[in-house]
């Protein structure tokens, strides 16, 4: 398989293994380039973001992309492209204007968590982690980093009431009271998760993702996040747009940057 972007242009190989239609979904890309199976000429790549360029050759199992330059065909001698090649766009505009957003987002998320990664390796602390509507997603791009047990003690996914009460003992009046989406249950998961794990920092989402369960008070997008040490317990209350992947991305970069910011 041939892709032609133009000499002086780079492409990621994530962005390369959709643009080529190998993938449709990011996720799948991320998983299967941080297992260390796709190459570049010949030598394993561990990044999504990881750069390739004219004469690189990209290989995924059976599959072979060989990256050309525009400029190097000449239109009367132009080859008929492989029957599985693909010319995606000019010079420059080789993304995917519909998946944009998506990535970008997905980017800023992973380098949130790298940061966060790098900053907690730094100063020697540990963190654990509770979610609701985020669903395990936080600790998945948390240790999608290599060396991530070295900081991260654990996690809790608790979603329904029963578990919050159950694992986390929120007490049934506060949940009664202010609701599984409020500042005081987000402060309660964070400092709870602390005291089971033992850990230097905790952090915590519970919100509402949608499309259903919004109401006038709190409608579809509003989440809390919290994050307590043994100084400081403390709040911020999110209201995201978008439908549900978004607002659990969104919520789960919130987070990363909200710890990184505090600690």
């Known amino acids: 398989m041939k892709f032609w972007i133009d000499r002086d242009d780079k492409i990621q190989v994530g962005q390369l293994l959709k643009a080529a239609g190998i993938f449709e979904k990011y996720a799948d890309i991320r998983n299967i380039v941080?297992?260390?199976?796709?190459?570049v000429n010949y030598e394993t790549v561990l990044k999504p973001r990881f750069e390739v360029k004219v004469g690189d050759?990209?290989?995924f199992e059976d599959k072979h992309i060989k990256i050309e330059a525009n400029r190097d065909i000449k239109r009367k001698q132009q080859p008929k492209p492989e029957k599985h090649g693909v010319r995606h766009g000019k010079a420059n505009k080789w993304e995917s204007k519909p998946l944009k957003p998506q990535l970008k987002l997905e980017q800023k998320v992973e380098n949130a968590a790298w940061q966060l990664h790098k900053k907690l390796q730094f100063k020697n602390l540990t963190i654990a982690i509770a979610e609701s509507c985020?669903?395990?997603?936080?600790q998945s791009y948390i240790t999608a980093n290599s060396g991530a047990s070295k900081y991260f003690m654990g996690g809790v996914i608790a979603y329904s009431n029963r578990a919050k009460q159950k694992i986390l003992q929120i007490p049934q009046d506060t949940l009664e009271k202010y609701?599984?989406?409020?500042?005081?249950?987000?402060?309660?998961?964070?400092t709870s998760t602390r005291q089971i794990f033992q850990c230097d920092i905790a952090a915590?989402?519970?919100?509402i993702a949608g499309p259903s369960g919004g109401t006038k008070e709190k409608p579809v997008g509003t989440v809390y996040i919290a994050a307590a040490n043994k100084e400081k317990k403390i709040h911020k209350k999110l209201q995201l747009r978008g439908n549900r992947t978004k607002?659990?991305?969104l919520a789960t970069l919130e987070l990363l940057k909200f710890i990184w910011e505090n600690f």
């Open 134 to 138: 985020t669903g395990g997603m936080i």
């Open 204 to 207: 915590s989402v519970t919100g």
């Open 179 to 190: 609701g599984a989406v409020s500042k005081e249950t987000a402060i309660q998961m964070a």
């Open 57 to 59: 050759e990209i290989r």
């Open 247 to 249: 607002i659990r991305q």
């Open 34 to 39: 941080k297992e260390g199976k796709v190459t």
